[in-house]
């Protein structure tokens, strides 16, 4: 059984500012996991993914996560905040074999405040 | 590459009514997913196709829900009868054979039950 916990249902940080998003995951197999985005009455975009190989995983828009395995965590973070970066982000696992499926956590809103 | 396509983007109907979603994946993508995301939560998944069969329905409503994908291609959610609780967004996505890990997401139909 596989789940995700995100701290933080909104998060608020000034323009410039460092982005922390939380996620902590249970898994009782080797986890892939995901951050995902989501802009209004959009789909969701894939952020970056950890698939087992480097523990520091790089993104798009500058995003980047750590996969910690002693925490159960992959935080998902950004030096600098800007406006554009106002979205829903979630974070997701998949185990690392069979069933493919993405279980997602429950969302945590980004505020980026000028 | 054109992106998965779901049609409608919106649909409002009464309770009790039937109402069916369609989903056209990335060409060439064997796997194909259903995803339910209420207002407020992470998306859930509601059945997962491996071609034109099931590989995951356990979390569907089978008395109410039911989804086909003919030829390995297209897919249709249908919902019949709708309760109140239905009014989500449900979201389509695909992934392929060569990286079964990365889904690409539609951009969602909006259900509201009235």
């Known amino acids: 059984a596989q789940s995700v916990t995100q701290l933080g249902s909104h998060v608020s940080v000034s323009e410039g500012a460092l982005v922390l998003l939380r996620c902590n995951y249970s898994?009782?197999?080797?986890?892939?996991l995901f951050w995902y985005v989501q802009y209004p009455n959009q789909g969701l975009q894939l952020l970056l993914k950890?698939?087992?190989?480097?523990?520091l995983v790089k993104g798009i828009n500058g995003f980047e996560a750590e996969f910690k395995k002693s925490e159960t965590s992959f935080h998902l973070t950004k030096p600098s905040a800007h406006m554009s970066d106002a979205a829903e982000y979630f974070c997701a696992v998949s185990a690392f074999t069979g069933r493919r499926a993405l279980t997602f956590g429950s969302g945590t809103r980004l505020q980026v405040q000028p | 590459e054109a992106g998965v396509a779901q049609s409608p983007r919106y649909k409002i109907i009464e309770k009790r009514q039937s109402v069916a979603f369609w989903c056209n994946p990335i060409?060439?993508?064997?796997?194909l997913y259903w995803y339910q995301q209420i207002l407020g939560q992470g998306p859930k998944l509601l059945i997962q196709?491996?071609?034109?069969?099931?590989?995951?329905d356990s979390q569907l409503p089978k008395d109410r829900f039911s989804a086909e994908r003919l030829k390995g291609v297209d897919s249709t959610l249908k919902i019949q009868p709708a309760k109140l609780e239905d009014s989500a967004v449900y979201l389509c996505?695909?992934?392929?054979?060569?990286?079964?890990?990365?889904?690409?997401f539609g951009p969602g139909t909006r259900l509201t039950v009235t």
């Open positions: 060409s060439g993508h064997a796997t």
């Open positions: 196709f491996q071609n034109n069969g099931v590989v995951d």
């Open positions: 996505a695909s992934s392929s054979q060569t990286d079964t890990y990365e889904q690409y």
């Open positions: 898994s009782s197999v080797p986890p892939y």
């Open positions: 950890y698939t087992s190989a480097a523990t």
